[in-house]
């Protein structure tokens, strides 16, 4: 048996195409798929995003659509702070740590043989002996160097220059965890990319990601800059209902019509958050990159400019 399949089989943070192909090779498959898992194993081959993530070494393919929507509107810099919420398996992670850290830093460190990351799973054991290690890099920290801190409830495998806190994000303690790596530095951008294992009942997982929505913000609301940035995924739950239409201009005219209608009578929690998002932030917009699947429920809030909102949206 050949040792390095084995070994990928049996790694935690495989990328999935990998993973099949080495239990292919390996003859652990079985013969007969379900279509969907077809379906779904010649998407992810022929996607293009998949390739690009392999041959540019990030974790996962949603790397891109922060790569995309930064490369619209610019807001990762050098020397920013980022947290990022729902970070596992690291792509965003990486896209941000590349762009907000000096590359000297990271490659001296890769250098060194100390890849740089510090990681806590948030149990209690373990908390005294991250927070000295926070607490300690805070005090040496270049103050003018960027910083990223990841978080979710899965394990993340190492990222240079990345602290790492596996924790669910909605406890009270893991936001003051996060507040503690962060010392005295104010966050230039707070992303959440955190999804809810979804259900398959449309309202039910929208009501759940909105929830992980909102957490991100009012953490976001104590912890930004002025003039921050505040990047959100949400589920649309009328998202499907589009999809499933024919993807003539008439028929998605009128879907799109009939979902404003529906939001503008009844209100609804994604308006509402809309409405919420204006009063603290000068820009909001809706962004769907290009690597966000045209099929998937998901769409992004790209806030610029936190504290310059109108206190009521007109
Ligand atoms: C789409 S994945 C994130 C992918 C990531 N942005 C990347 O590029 O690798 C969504 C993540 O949100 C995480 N998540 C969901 N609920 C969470 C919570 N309450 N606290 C922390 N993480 C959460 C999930 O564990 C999952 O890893």
Not at 245 to 258: D, G, K, V
């Amino acid at each position: 048996m050949d040792r390095s399949l084995a070994r990928l089989v049996h790694h935690p943070f495989a990328p999935p195409l990998q993973l099949y192909q080495a239990e292919r090779a390996l003859g652990l498959l079985p013969r007969h798929y379900s279509s969907s898992s077809k379906q779904w194993l010649t998407r992810q081959r022929n996607d293009p995003f998949v390739k690009a993530a392999q041959s540019q070494h990030y974790r996962a393919r949603s790397a891109f659509k922060l790569v995309q929507v930064n490369e619209k509107h610019k807001f990762l810099r050098r020397g920013a702070v980022v947290v990022d919420c729902g970070a596992a398996p690291g792509g965003w992670a990486q896209v941000a740590a590349e762009k907000v850290i000096k590359r000297r830093r990271i490659v001296e460190e890769l250098e060194g043989g100390d890849n740089g990351s510090r990681g806590s799973n948030g149990n209690d054991s373990n908390k005294s002996a991250s927070r000295e290690s926070v607490d300690k890099d805070n005090s040496t920290t270049d103050l003018r160097d960027g910083m990223v801190i990841a978080i979710d409830l899965l394990p993340i495998e190492p990222i240079p220059n990345v602290t790492i806190i596996q924790a669910d994000f909605l406890e009270h303690k893991t936001q003051a965890n996060v507040r503690r790596a962060l010392g005295n530095r104010q966050v230039d951008v707070v992303c959440s990319d955190m999804a809810p294992l979804f259900s398959g009942n449309h309202s039910a997982d929208h009501a759940r990601s909105m929830e992980l929505c909102e957490s991100a913000l009012d953490f976001a609301e104590k912890v930004l800059k002025p003039g921050g940035t505040f990047l959100c995924k949400v589920s649309q739950c009328h998202q499907p209902l589009i999809s499933l239409l024919p993807s003539c201009q008439f028929y998605q005219f009128i879907a799109r019509l009939t979902i404003a209608i529906s939001q503008f009578l009844m209100g609804g929690t994604e308006q509402e958050l809309k409405q919420s998002l204006h009063s603290r932030f000068r820009i909001v917009r809706h962004e769907k990159p290009e690597a966000s699947r045209k099929k998937s429920t998901e769409g992004f809030f790209l806030c610029l400019g936190f504290g310059e909102g109108k206190a009521r949206v007109a």
